[in-house]
């Protein structure tokens, strides 16, 4: 996940939690979330932290390269550090939720900001880019966390879908003793 990280340091360790408590465990469950932490079945949220030039590029590349989708918050500041994580995932070809959120809440359009044309020209060509860029959708943060949630549920669910079908393409034209492999294995193909 991504934003602006002096703008948006609040809000991002508030979206980090939700998702955590959302997907990773309830309270009394802290054993077993270790333990699907490090068998890596679950969904968690990786925050890149900035740090010097070098180490943030490797931060930004281990992150993204643990991801599975990728939550970009864009605002008011314009972050050389999100546009290089929202250009190095849309590379990576991850699943991309972007948003834009200001505080007080008010649209982008019209807006002739450095983030509002980086958003113009680069993101909204690839991706549709919720949150109050057309219009005001959101006026609290709490709101915009709901909604994020609900995006990332849905992307999980169309990940699914989609590694099931091609999981079928690939076993329809599979010789048995591949097959067989793929069925007596633990850990799943995809």
């Not at 996940?1 to 309270?27: C, G, H, K, P, T």
């Not at 469950?29 to 068998?39: A, F, G, I, S």
């Not at 690839?126 to 909604?147: A, C, P, S, T, W």
Request: charged share 30%; glycine share 4%; proline share 3%.
């Amino acid at each position: 996940m991504s934003s602006d990280q002096d703008e948006f340091s609040e809000l991002r360790n508030e979206v980090r939690e939700a998702i955590d408590s959302e997907y990773l465990y309830n309270e009394k469950r802290t054993t077993q979330k270790e333990e699907l932490v490090q068998q890596g079945n679950i969904t968690k949220a990786v925050l890149v932290e900035r740090g010097s030039k070098e180490s943030f590029d490797v931060a930004m590349k281990e992150g993204l390269d643990q991801s599975q989708i990728y939550v970009g918050i864009f605002g008011n500041r314009y972050s050389a550090i999100t546009v290089k994580e929202y250009l190095t995932a849309r590379s990576q070809g991850l699943p991309l939720l972007i948003y834009y959120f200001a505080e007080p809440p008010r649209t982008a359009s019209g807006l002739r900001t450095k983030t509002v044309q980086f958003l113009n020209k680069e993101v909204k060509p690839h991706v549709i880019i919720r949150g109050n860029y057309n219009k005001v959708m959101f006026r609290r943060r709490e709101d915009l966390i709901d909604q994020i949630l609900v995006d990332i549920s849905r992307t999980m669910v169309d990940l699914v879908r989609e590694s099931v079908s091609v999981r079928r393409l690939l076993l329809q034209e599979a010789p048995d003793a591949l097959l067989g492999a793929i069925l007596r294995s633990k850990q799943t193909v995809f």
